[in-house]
């Protein structure tokens, strides 16, 4: 029996043929992201605390690396405002969003420019000269000595309280927000906005 077997040219050209219908069709199938490493907005970069597990009546650091990937129309960093909110301590099932109503009234007075509660409360300003240089950005805040012991101790488990601090990183102004419940299971949004000079919300 005599095989016919193709010629060692149609096989090339086979071959050479599929190698560039890969390299037209593989992009196609590839979705337009942008790369992780890209920052392309407002970004807070990291947040470390010298005392991640504090004791009561710790005085407690927080430093903040932040950027502005988008710039403005030259593509130099903006100035930014920042925002560090803390004095919410032990909410109901430790829940982050119920400490939400009481960081509402402590933000009234900022739409009035009002005094804020440094305490608790601090407005910062981030020039572009520290954009993006590590732990640029600090703020302290006090444990209180009854975190713990003002809470039941559980009949299992260890005894311990929780402390939740909030921030805002914004290239425009930090201003109070309606605090709407959507209520169906819904999470509040958060109490605060950033706007542009003329008073439109942005992103960040």
């Not at 149609?10 to 920052?39: K, T």
């Not at 005894?159 to 927000?177: D, E, K, M, S, T």
């Not at 419940?181 to 819904?186: D, E």
Request: charged share 20%; net charge negative.
């Amino acid at each position: 029996m005599v095989q016919h077997r193709p010629k060692l040219a149609n096989c090339l050209r086979w071959l050479a043929l599929g190698a560039f219908l890969a390299l037209v069709l593989h992009p196609s199938c590839i979705p337009g992201f942008d790369p992780v490493s890209r920052i392309n907005s407002v970004r807070i970069l990291a947040v470390t605390l010298d005392k991640p597990y504090a004791l009561p009546g710790d005085t407690v650091t927080m430093r903040m690396t932040v950027t502005d990937g988008l710039g403005d129309a030259e593509g130099m960093p903006r100035q930014m405002q920042l925002l560090w909110l803390s004095g919410c301590f032990n909410p109901d099932g430790d829940q982050y969003f119920l400490c939400f109503e009481d960081l509402a009234e402590q933000l009234a007075p900022l739409a009035e420019g009002g005094e804020l509660p440094d305490d608790i409360v601090k407005v910062d300003l981030a020039l572009p000269s520290s954009d993006g240089v590590p732990d640029a950005h600090e703020f302290s805040f006090t444990i209180p000595d009854d975190i713990v012991t003002s809470r039941p101790k559980p009949a299992t488990g260890p005894h311990y309280g929780i402390a939740y601090v909030f921030f805002a990183a914004c290239a425009g102004q930090l201003r109070p927000a309606p605090l709407e419940n959507p209520g169906g299971g819904q999470v509040a949004d958060f109490p605060l906005e950033c706007v542009d000079p003329a008073g439109k919300v942005l992103g960040s």
